[in-house]
Nanobody, 124 residues
Framework: QVRLVESGGGLVQAGGSLRLSCAAS????????MGWFRQAPGKEREFVAA???????YYADSVKGRFNISRDNAKNTVYLQMNTLKPEDTAVYYC??????????????????WGQGTQVTVSS
């Protein structure tokens, strides 16, 4: 059974940093794309970043230059380093795995398995 567990969320002041981790189990994920999404209260889930099986990276314009996605295949873990955080980054952050790639890492429907989410709160 595939399981994704996020960690590393918390409360941070604007301008600060956090590193989210997503530990995967149940399969070997080195052949799959991985993504991070977020959802703020009253808003739709939105794309944040993704990393392909061969380490190509993709970012939403709103986080480009501030966030960095990486993966450690030996640990079956994907990371999201978040720097220069802003209050508008406040959301629940979810990681996801794309087993059956069909064309766009930017869409939630592309992904096959999801974690339970971790809360990130940025105070002003």
């Amino acid at each position: 059974q595939v399981r994704l567990v996020e960690s590393g969320g918390g409360l941070v002041q604007a301008g600060g940093s956090l590193r989210l981790s997503c530990a995967a189990s149940g399969r070997t994920f080195s052949s799959f794309g991985m993504g991070w999404f977020r959802q703020a209260p009253g808003k739709e889930r939105e794309f944040v970043a993704a990393i392909s099986w061969n380490d190509n990276t993709y970012y939403a314009d709103s986080v480009k230059g501030r966030f960095n996605i990486s993966r450690d295949n030996a640990k079956n873990t994907v990371y999201l380093q978040m720097n220069t955080l802003k209050p508008e980054d406040t959301a629940v952050y979810y990681c996801a795995v794309d087993v059956y790639y069909t064309g766009s890492y930017y869409l939630p429907g592309e992904y096959d398995y999801w974690g339970q989410g971790t809360q990130v709160t940025v105070s002003s």
